[in-house]
């Protein structure tokens, strides 16, 4: 089973409409990260959120994290082509005494005009 | 600053041949990871190397092989290749809290 969890699989979103974006956890978090990819390519990194409660903007995109719910959301507000991709959770999560940065599952993102 | 750089970009290979990836990680990191993606899995960790050592291990068959040099380069290898070999493979190097990631090098095993 996945440690992270990602919804929805996939979004088509009009151009200029807000989305967000879900990263449950089955695990305890020790920082969770947020991920761009473009389809065939290498992740580009958006932003990481270490304490609970903490929330953090770059342009158009805004991340929280629930640690007590051990989740994570994304949110981009009028969106534009550019916004499309693959977008990509990472926690640094413990297993067997070791921690290793594991991935959802992704949310494969379309903006159509 | 050079970002990491992987290479090949794309290589097809047949079942049972064996194969060697490329990461050069940026200058001054000396932590490297690799990671499989497949459409079904997703990005699936395969191991981190920091210092020439390899430091964390995904659950991969030991077919899944990597190393470190000391100008922090790294190396995956896979032996006896399997159609379910065929990925992106993408390697990534940490600065600070970040990982960078390269391009990736696909693989198709025909």
């Known amino acids: 089973s996945q440690e992270l969890e990602q919804s929805p699989q996939s979004l088509i979103v009009q151009e200029g409409k807000n989305l967000t974006i879900n990263c449950t956890s089955s695990k305890t978090l020790y920082g969770l990260y947020w991920y761009k990819q473009k389809y065939g390519e290498g992740l580009i990194f958006l932003m990481m959120l270490q304490k609970g409660g903490e929330e953090k903007s770059h342009e158009k995109i805004t991340a929280k994290l629930d640690e007590k719910k051990q989740q994570s959301s994304l949110h981009i507000t009028a969106s534009q082509p550019s916004h499309a991709g693959i977008y990509l959770c990472?926690?640094?999560?413990?297993?067997?005494?070791?921690?290793?940065?594991?991935f959802g599952t992704g949310t494969r993102l379309t903006i159509i005009p | 600053k050079a970002g990491v750089t992987q290479t090949p970009r794309y290589l097809i290979k047949t079942r049972g041949q064996q194969v060697t990836l490329s990461c050069s990680p940026i200058s001054g990191h000396r932590s490297v990871s690799w990671y499989q993606q497949t459409p079904g899995q997703g990005l699936q960790f395969l191991f981190e190397y920091f210092s020439e050592t390899q430091r964390n291990k995904g659950n991969f068959p030991g077919r899944f092989s990597g190393r470190q040099f000391s100008n922090s380069r790294s190396e995956m290898n896979v032996s006896t290749l399997e159609l379910g070999d065929s990925a992106l493979y993408l390697c990534?190097?940490?600065?600070?809290?970040?990982?960078?990631f390269g391009s990736g090098t696909q693989l198709s095993v025909l």
């Open positions: 990472g926690a640094d999560i413990r297993v067997s005494g070791n921690e290793k940065l594991t």
């Open positions: 990534a190097s940490r600065g600070g809290v970040k990982l960078f």
